[in-house]
C-alpha cells in the first residue's frame, strides 16, 4: 500500500481513477519539460569556456543557435512550473483524497532524472567551486588565494569562473571545502566529469531533504505529501540545486537532516539524539553558514521540553553553543583550512544588485542625494542601508525565537522567518536563496494564504533568471527572442493537450 511519510494512507484517501489519470498527465508534462532544459541547455546554459560540445555532430549545433536553444529551455521552464502547480492541487490542504507518498517520489524521479544531465544553467557558480577545489588540492588555501592568483589567469578552471570571482577567496565552509578537495583529486581539471561529481554531491543533499521533510512535515501537522511539492518538487529546488549545483542543497538538507534527528530526543528528552542533531546542523553550517541559525530555534524546543522557564533556556543555550563551538573547532582543524573562512564571509558583499532590498535602498537614497546635488556618496549609503538591514534582521530574529519559546508561533515557522528574514535583508540577494525559507516552512505551514503565496513567488522567482547565468551586454535582444518563441511554443502545446486531453491545468471542484 502507498505510504504518506511512512504512514500508510487509507484507500478512501488515495486518488480516484479520473484524478490518477490527470495526474499521469500532469506527471508526463514536467517530464518533457525536464527533457527540453536538458536538450536546450547544449546551447542555452552556462557551459564552460571550452565546452566539450564544440565540434561534435549535432550536439555542437545548439551552441551556435544561442536563440533557439534558449527558447528550447525557457519552453521546458513552463512547461514545468505549470506542471507543477497543475501538482499542487493534489496536494492541496483539506482535500479528502491527496496523491500518495510513492506517487510524489515517482513524480520526483521522472523530473529530476532528465535534468542531471544538464548543463549547468541559471549560474556560473559550480565552476568557481571546481575553481576552489582545485587550489585545495593543491595544498594552498581557498581563504586566501583566488583562483586567479592560486592557478593562473588562463588555467582552464580559472577561466570557467566569472570575472567578478576570479581574484576572490572562497566564500564557503571549510567542510564544503574538504568534499571539493576530494572532487578534484578524483576529476583533476576536467571541467565536465568535475560538474558532474559536485552534482552528485547536491544530489546527496537532496535526497535528505527528500528524506525529512515529510517527517517534519508530521510532527507538525502538515500533510508530507504538500511539505515535499512544496519544498523537493519546488522548481527553484530542480532549477538551482539540481541544474544549477549550488550547495545551498548541501547545506538545507543537512540541516534539516539534523532536525528531524534531534525532534526524536524530544519525545522523552534523549540527549544523544539532540546531540547527534546538533551535530549535524553544525555540519551543514560548515557549507553554509545561514544553517546555524536551526540551533537557535532547535534549542527553543529543548528549552520548552525542559519546562520553558528562562533558565532552561538559559542552560540549553549554554549548551548549543558548546555543541556549535566544538563542531567547529573539530570540523576547521580536522579538514586543514582553519577559520579563514571567517575572514571571507563579506566576500560577496563585493557584488551590488538591485536584488537586494537594502542595497537597492542604497542605490535609491545615493540617486535621491545626486538629483539634490549633494554628491555622489553610493558606497557609503549602500555600506549603511546593508548594516541597517542586517541589524533589523538581527531583531527580527531574536523577536522569532522569543515568540517560539513562549509558544506564540511554530518553531520551523520561526526558523523559516527567521532565515527569510537574514537572507532578505542581507547584502547580497539570489533567487535560490528562497529555499531556506521556503523549506521550513514547507514542513509546518498549512494556511491557503501562505501556500498561495509561496506557489506565486515560487513560480515567479523561477522564470526570471536566464539559463545562461549572464547579462547578454551588447546582444539583449536574445533573450526576447528566446522568451517570445517559448510562450509561442507553450501556448500551442497547452491547445493541442487541451485538446486531445481536457484543461488538465486547471482544477476541477473536489
Not at 552528485?200 to 535528505?208: E, I, R, S
Not at 507538525?220 to 529546488?237: C, E, I, M, Q, R
Not at 538538507?253 to 546542523?281: D, H, Q, Y
Not at 563585493?350 to 556618496?377: C, D, E, Q, R
Amino acid at each position: 500500500m502507498p505510504t504518506n511519510g511512512g504512514a500508510a494512507t487509507p484507500e478512501s484517501d488515495l486518488l480516484n481513477g479520473r484524478e490518477r489519470r490527470q495526474l499521469d498527465i500532469v506527471r508526463r508534462w514536467g517530464t518533457i519539460g525536464a527533457l527540453l532544459l536538458t536538450v536546450g541547455s547544449l546551447g542555452g546554459g552556462a557551459a564552460p569556456i571550452y565546452s566539450p560540445l564544440y565540434g561534435v555532430p549535432l550536439l555542437g549545433l545548439f551552441s551556435r543557435m544561442p536563440s533557439v536553444a534558449m527558447g528550447v529551455v525557457w519552453t521546458g521552464i513552463f512547461m514545468i512550473v505549470s506542471a507543477w502547480l497543475a501538482l499542487g492541487r493534489f496536494v492541496r490542504p483539506g482535500r479528502p483524497r491527496l496523491v500518495s507518498r510513492s506517487q510524489m517520489d515517482r513524480t520526483l524521479l521522472m523530473w529530476t532524472v532528465p535534468l542531471v544531465f544538464c548543463v549547468p544553467m541559471f549560474s556560473r557558480d559550480v565552476y568557481s567551486y571546481l575553481a576552489q577545489s582545485e587550489i585545495a588540492a593543491r595544498g594552498l588555501d581557498p581563504y586566501v588565494l583566488g583562483p586567479a592568483n592560486a592557478l593562473g589567469v588562463d588555467h582552464i578552471l580559472t577561466r570557467g569562473v566569472p570575472n567578478i570571482w576570479r581574484e576572490t577567496p572562497a566564500p564557503y565552509g571549510p567542510l564544503f571545502l574538504a568534499f571539493g578537495r576530494v572532487t578534484a583529486m578524483i576529476t583533476g581539471d576536467h571541467v565536465v566529469s568535475g560538474v558532474f561529481v559536485h552534482r552528485l554531491l547536491v544530489l546527496c543533499g537532496l535526497a535528505m531533504i527528500v528524506w525529512a521533510l515529510p517527517r517534519l512535515a508530521a510532527r507538525f501537522g502538515v500533510p508530507p505529501v504538500g511539505a515535499l511539492w512544496l519544498g523537493a518538487l519546488n522548481p527553484l529546488v530542480l532549477f538551482h540545486v539540481v541544474i544549477g549545483v549550488h550547495n545551498d542543497g548541501l547545506a538545507l538538507g543537512l540541516m534539516l537532516v539534523g532536525l528531524e534527528l534531534a525532534m526524536r530526543g524530544l519525545e522523552p528528552l534523549k540527549w544523544w539524539w539532540i546531540t547527534l542533531g546538533a551535530a549535524i546542523i553544525v555540519c551543514g553550517a560548515m557549507v553554509k553558514i545561514p544553517a546555524m541559525a536551526a540551533l537557535g530555534f532547535l534549542g527553543v524546543m529543548v528549552a520548552r521540553k525542559l519546562g520553558g522557564e528562562l533558565k532552561h533556556l538559559a542552560l540549553v543555550a549554554g549548551i548549543m553553543t558548546v555543541i556549535a563551538a566544538v563542531g567547529v573547532v573539530a570540523i576547521c582543524l580536522g579538514t586543514g583550512f582553519g577559520f579563514g573562512w571567517i575572514e571571507t564571509l563579506n566576500v560577496a558583499e563585493t557584488v551590488k544588485s538591485w536584488m537586494s532590498p537594502p542595497t537597492a535602498l542604497g542605490f535609491l537614497g545615493a540617486g535621491t542625494g545626486i538629483m539634490l546635488g549633494l554628491g555622489n556618496h553610493t558606497e557609503s549609503m549602500i555600506a549603511l542601508t546593508r548594516l541597517l538591514g542586517q541589524g533589523i534582521s538581527v531583531v527580527i530574529t531574536i523577536v522569532l525565537l522569543w515568540r517560539a519559546f513562549k509558544g506564540r508561533i511554530k518553531s520551523m515557522n520561526g526558523l523559516g522567518a527567521a532565515l527569510g528574514a537574514i537572507l532578505v535583508l542581507g547584502p547580497v540577494l539570489q533567487p535560490w536563496y528562497v529555499l531556506w525559507a521556503a523549506l521550513p516552512l514547507a514542513t509546518a505551514v498549512v494556511g491557503p494564504k501562505f501556500r498561495l503565496f509561496a506557489m506565486v513567488t515560487s513560480a515567479a522567482i523561477a522564470v526570471i533568471l536566464p539559463p545562461t547565468g549572464s547579462a547578454f551586454d551588447g546582444r539583449a535582444y536574445t533573450v526576447p527572442q528566446a522568451v517570445a518563441g517559448a510562450v509561442i511554443t507553450f501556448a500551442i502545446c497547452v491547445l493541442i493537450a487541451r485538446k486531445r486531453v481536457g484543461p488538465f491545468l486547471k482544477s476541477d471542484p473536489v
